[in-house]
Nanobody, 125 residues
Framework: QVQLVDSGGGLVHTGGSLRLSCAAS????????VGWFRQAPGQEREIVAR???????????YYADSVKGRFSISRDNAKNTVSLQMNSLKPEDTAVYFC???????????????WGQGTQVTVSS
């Protein structure tokens, strides 16, 4: 049984930092691309960052323009985890954040096979 468990969300002030973690089990984690998505109320789910599978030659991790320079994604295949370090947080970063695993990669939610339950991030002004 595949399971992704998101954690690390919370309430922070503008300019603060949070570190989200995604722990995976039940799959060969190193063979999956992992993305962090977010969804604010009334909005579509959007990709925030993506990191390829081990040995992927497709280049550096992907970041949405809105988070470039502030967020950083990393993975530890030995621990089956992916982290999202979020710095200089803004109120517009407020959303539920989800990690997801894909055997195909890409930025569209439909490409992702497995999803975490989501963790709430709230940034107060």
């Amino acid at each position: 049984q595949v399971q992704l468990v998101d954690s690390g969300g919370g309430l922070v002030h503008t300019g603060g930092s949070l570190r989200l973690s995604c722990a995976a089990s039940g799959l060969v984690f190193s063979t999956y691309a992992v993305g962090w998505f977010r969804q604010a109320p009334g909005q579509e789910r959007e990709i925030v960052a993506r990191i390829g599978w081990s040995g992927w030659s497709g280049g550096s991790p992907y970041y949405a323009d809105s988070v470039k320079g502030r967020f950083s994604i990393s993975r530890d295949n030995a621990k089956n985890t992916v982290s999202l370090q979020m710095n200089s947080l803004k109120p517009e970063d407020t959303a539920v954040y989800f990690c997801a695993a894909s055997g195909r990669g890409g930025n569209q939610p439909k490409n992702y096979d497995y999803w975490g339950q989501g963790t709430q991030v709230t940034v107060s002004s």
